[in-house]
């Protein structure tokens, strides 16, 4: 700890001290907000026409500030679905403005109908980051007419989809449990519902959020291979509003307004599937009794307008899948839950144009539930996650050289193992009672400075200093050959059982060849101390996260990339060409011959550890502009693993290794009423496991399998479309429709392939045949009415 | 609690819109492995079926089965340092014991082995030794440059304490019963189980859906516990609503039998692996065999049998 705040103190210093070299440079800086409500506009993008390199995108409290020499520009910020903003700028002292832009629904119409919300490609030092604008994505086609975040990040180069309809994905070689998924600030554990088929996103209580695959900025830690920020909406400062959207298996309303007029807002969202309620009238008299499952969310945020340098933001969310299962005859009888949990209160406070503070108080929860009763015993099996942060984040801009980034995080970890509880009729209780809630204290400084080296080099410098203790109750058992436990060391409340510290610098750097090209590079070192591992062909809302421990160490990466980047006509397009290297150490997966069930040991120790491998290469290409707008993207790679403890310590393939990887989206609009979408995917077929060999034992088939992921299923591709329907506004209420067809020509991918047998032996009636399981083989029609009123 | 995940399976599968389809895929042969299919119990000698893993997608038919023994290994199993050396024997050749003792081992019913049944079935046993409880068997089989070894022990006794019915849930199903059982388990962690049922003339199955049980959440405890009619493996569809009931008037033979570790993990995996092959929710290859250089089990049996005419 000592030296943990040696370091602060050097940083401090470091804050002190002047560039060496300053030139006439000056800081714009300031704040984009609506004209009419006041709400901030996170995402728009601000620009001098006359210097197309100097620019900035506005952050989620609507934000920007950059850079750019004395002289005489014009100011341009675009924002879509808003009336674009111009005006003459003499910049010869360091500004602060604020500029409130017109929606573009009440204007005469223009030509240009949507702005890029991002500044152009090749102009900020991030590598592998990607803004996701949401009000794209409602016109991209989607099963269920269900937007979803985590599908469209999919679509993505460098991003890989863990299955048909699967929420869950990969990046760049490295496992579901790398990515760090963040709402307002949360952690989110399991971001999934019904298996992963929806994401806990509900499209309607979000507002910017941001892909980062490659260089993770220093502030953010914990996960390996990617970040998911995701911000919940703000409610309007002005005025209220309503927003809705009745779709084939869940609706979904929200409703903001001021509390006090531009000081005080509030937002409301709520979704739910209702497939049960719907049917079940229909199924009562059926043997299954209705569809026994529904989920839902609930989003709300409060915005306190403090001051003119204070912000304070209270935020939660609480989602759950909820369900019930009985055999026919009752001897039978389950329910279970499970869902994420989370609040946040963050508090802004603006030192001054250069410095700001961001403080925040986190609480996140995961938990899963089931519980049934069964030949007299009532069973009660549970797991999960609960975490409470502390964080403050420092944003300071000295002068138009630097960028100053720091703070501290703290989270305090209790994860609770896979147990359970079974009581007799009786009374007596049977029970994991070794298995026991593991407890640990994550701590990480971090800073970052963005250096302007010339006009045509920017440095981009971090440092993560993280730590991670795990600490008791905790026992450490040792076993004997038939995996008994003979000795045991045990640690108290509070105790400390093993530390672990990480370095993890995060070096990137930009230089321009030109105003529109730039070439970048970077180099990142990650560590990850908590865990998951599934045995299964995705994750599930029951795989346990463990935490690192004296059973198992943290999980490390390196990352090299190297990447070309390219601005067309004015940003009309961008294109770019990114190649990346990574290396992961301490990765996790089950042991050879791990069988699931319930069992009184801890899981770690059922896992072994290796090394793994991802490199390939990414291209993107995206027209930001004009009725016709989309991307392109292609990834070749290729993902490996290394594990003494599996395949004979041989080299294999990972399972979401995928040597081609492509995606197109567009969306055309083709006039004020009619917005058409439409995607396509193609990915190599997914690695897996097949029986080679075969063999009979008591009468029954038997198989030996042939290497690990050593064979390849069919490829998966798919083409979605969609069209979105303006209506015609009726009093208050505007309102639109959007019909989609998922899996248009009805391909039938392979979510897994298997060899199925029946029949007996000695009676020669065995039967053997290779199966293939798709998931949605058909073509999916759905349609999404969605109202807004004001 | 083993059904959680099969229940987990079920909702998946019923609220994925999933579907099936045969398909034809080109699959490597692979080297082939040898088989042991081994049991050793008290009183009884030890037998060993040897056979050969063959291409997943090869015919089947009577023929190719009997292709898959293999003969002319050499097959030993060494107890306190004494080696006793397994002769091949076809079932032409089996004596009315030996096919008593393999059809109430192996599940079969007499009939099978008979020689009009079609095809031959050869084992490997000898009439010198017979096994005992609290002793470790060695196995030891070479065959073409191939060593394949194996230990198991034959625990001690662990038998039921009693054996009861109780009426099906519903009252309308008056001719069904669910067995129940009474175990006291020994003080000491570490016993595990294989259970087998026999009703009336039919022969000992094991249990379907799980055949083995460990006391790790029970160790010293006495527990009352429904027990599954087992039931033949492979067939085509398993009546649900006789799954697991006797019915009035059966005589039940319960086979209970103490086993080892390594051998209970053996079941337990393959079991498991059974039961989940083709469900997204579970992987494949693990099951778990205690054969070094080969596959399959060679596995120590301390048996019990315990009766019930159900009235």
Known sequence: MRSFIYYFITLLGLLCLQPAVAQSVYTLSGRVLDATSGEPLPGAAVVLKERPAAGAITDASGKYSFAAPEGMYTLTIKYIGYKTFEQPLQLNQSLNLTTRLNSAAYQVQEVEVVAARKPPINETAAMGQLELPLETLKTLPVIFGEVDILKTIQLMPGVKSAGEGSTGFYVRGGGADQNLVLLDKATVYNPGHLFNFFSVFNSDALDNTTLIKGNMPARYGGRLSSVLDIGMKEGDFQNFRADGGIGLISSRLSVQGPLVEDKASFILSGRRTYVDVLLNPFLNNSEQGGVPYHFYDLNGKLSFILSDKDRLHLSGYYGRDVGEFTLSDGRFDADFFWGNSSATARWNHTFSNKLEMDVSGVLSKYDFEFGWDFGGFATLAETGVQDYTAMVDFNYKPNARHHLQYGLHYTYHKLRPRSGEAESANGEIFGTDQLRTKYGHEYAFYFSDDIHLTDRLLLSLGLRNSYFTQVGPFTLYQFNDNQFATDSATYGRGEKVKTYHAWEPRVSMKYDLSKTASLKAAYTQSAQYLHLVSNAYTTLPLDVWVPSSALVEPQRATQYALGYFKSIKDNQYEGSVEVYYKELENQLEYREGFAPGPSNRDLEYEFVSGSGRSYGVELFLRKNYGNLQGWFGYTLSRTTRTFPGLNDGELFPARYDRRHDLSAVASYKLNERWIFGGSFVYGTGEATTLPMRRYLLEGTVNYQYGDRNSFRMQPTHRLDLSATLQGKKWKNIENSWTFSIYNVYGRKNPYLYYIDNEGSAYEGSVKLQAKKVSIVPFPLPSVTLNFTWK | ?311
């Open chain 2, 1 to 311: 609690m083993l059904k959680y995940k099969l229940i987990l399976a079920l909702i998946s599968a019923l609220l994925l819109l999933g579907c099936e389809e045969d398909i034809t895929i080109a699959i490597p042969e692979g080297d082939e492995q040898l088989v042991v299919e081994g049991h050793i119990e008290q009183q009884a000698p030890p037998i060993v079926i040897l056979t050969r893993t063959v291409p997943v997608f090869s015919d089947i038919s009577a023929e190719v089965l009997e292709q898959s023994f293999v003969h002319d290994a050499e097959v030993t199993v060494t107890v306190n340092n004494q080696s006793y050396t397994l002769k091949e024997t076809s079932s032409t050749a089996f004596t009315e014991d030996l096919k008593q003792v393999i059809s109430m081992q192996f599940g079969l019913s007499p009939g099978v082995l008979n020689s009009a049944s079609g095809f031959s079935f050869y084992v490997y046993t000898t009439d010198e030794l017979l096994g005992e409880v609290g002793k470790t068997y060695n196995l030891k089989v070479s065959h073409q440059g191939k060593t394949l070894t194996s230990s198991t022990t034959i625990p001690h006794l662990n038998p039921i304490d009693s054996l009861w019915t109780i009426p099906h849930p519903n009252p309308e199903e008056d001719s069904l019963r669910q067995l129940y059982y009474r175990y006291n388990d020994p003080d000491t962690l570490g016993n595990y189980i294989r259970y087998f049922t026999k009703r009336n003339q039919e022969p000992f199955y094991p249990g379907l859906l799980a055949s083995v049980f460990t006391d790790e959440f029970v160790n010293g405890a006495t527990i009352d516990y429904p027990l599954d009619r087992g039931e033949p493996k492979g067939q085509p569809e398993v009546n649900e609503d006789l799954y697991g009931y006797f019915g009035k008037g059966d005589t039940v033979t319960v086979r209970w039998a103490a086993i080892d570790r390594p051998h209970y993990s053996f079941w337990f995996t393959l079991e498991n692996e059974q039961l989940n092959n083709g469900s997204p929710i579970s992987s494949p290859n693990i099951t778990q065999s205690n054969i070094t250089g080969g596959l399959g089990i060679w596995g120590g049996y301390a048996v019990t049998y315990h009766t019930i005419i159900i009235d």
